[in-house]
């Protein structure tokens, strides 16, 4: 079976929604639309997802559907759950609390890509434990940041962005376990 049927419409469909998306955007409704946008792109994916299964199911294909479940929710952990995270701090200035950091470029995303993919592989390995190490570990290397910076909205920052990233990881290793 050729997947280009399916990448076409999922391209196209790409396409129609975030140029829906930017007609209708402005300033106050932007981060509501970009979450109606995720929604629309995962409904189309899900629903491309359900026509190959049971197109690929009539041909015996190799991959399995806890594989196909396993490899979404990797890959949605990773860019996707950046850019919702990048739009829930819309509504914060960051820039102007990270703007004297030294830190490498970019290296909160990938830090957070990182984290996001262990807590998920901890928890459908049934190790719960291994995510509160890992919160333990990140709260270690952060108190000397934080003690230095003396800054309460930094503070604030850095545990909002914590607890929704490990918060998404964990919801999707438990909607992984669900599922499969």
């Known amino acids: 079976?050729?997947?280009?049927?399916?990448?076409?419409?999922?391209?196209?469909?790409?396409?129609?929604?975030?140029?829906?998306?930017?007609?209708?955007?402005?300033?106050k409704t932007k981060r509501r639309l970009f979450f109606v946008d995720q929604l629309?792109?995962?409904?189309?994916?899900?629903?491309?997802?359900?026509?190959?299964?049971?197109?690929?199911?009539?041909?015996?294909?190799?991959?399995?559907?806890?594989?196909l479940v396993l490899i979404t929710c990797l890959l949605f952990l990773t860019i996707p759950v950046s850019i919702i995270m990048k739009t829930i701090f819309l509504k914060w200035n960051i820039s102007e609390l990270t703007k004297n950091s030294q830190s490498l470029k970019d290296a909160g995303k990938y830090i957070g890509i990182l984290e996001r993919i262990l807590v998920f592989i901890f928890i459908i390995v049934d190790h719960w434990e291994a995510v509160?190490?890992?919160?333990?570990?990140?709260?270690?290397?952060?108190?000397?940041?934080?003690?230095?910076?003396?800054?309460?909205?930094?503070?604030?920052?850095?545990?909002?962005?914590?607890?929704?990233?490990?918060?998404?990881?964990?919801?999707?290793?438990?909607?992984?376990?669900?599922?499969?």
């Open 1 to 27: 079976m050729s997947l280009w049927p399916i990448i076409l419409i999922i391209g196209f469909s790409h396409f129609i929604i975030d140029g829906a998306k930017l007609l209708l955007q402005k300033k």
């Open 40 to 67: 629309l792109h995962i409904l189309v994916i899900f629903g491309c997802y359900f026509f190959v299964l049971n197109t690929v199911n009539a041909i015996n294909f190799k991959v399995t559907e806890n594989q």
């Open 132 to 180: 509160g190490f890992l919160i333990t570990a990140k709260s270690v290397f952060r108190f000397g940041d934080l003690k230095e910076s003396k800054s309460r909205q930094l503070t604030e920052y850095i545990l909002i962005g914590t607890l929704i990233s490990f918060g998404i990881a964990i919801l999707t290793g438990i909607t992984y376990t669900l599922l499969t």
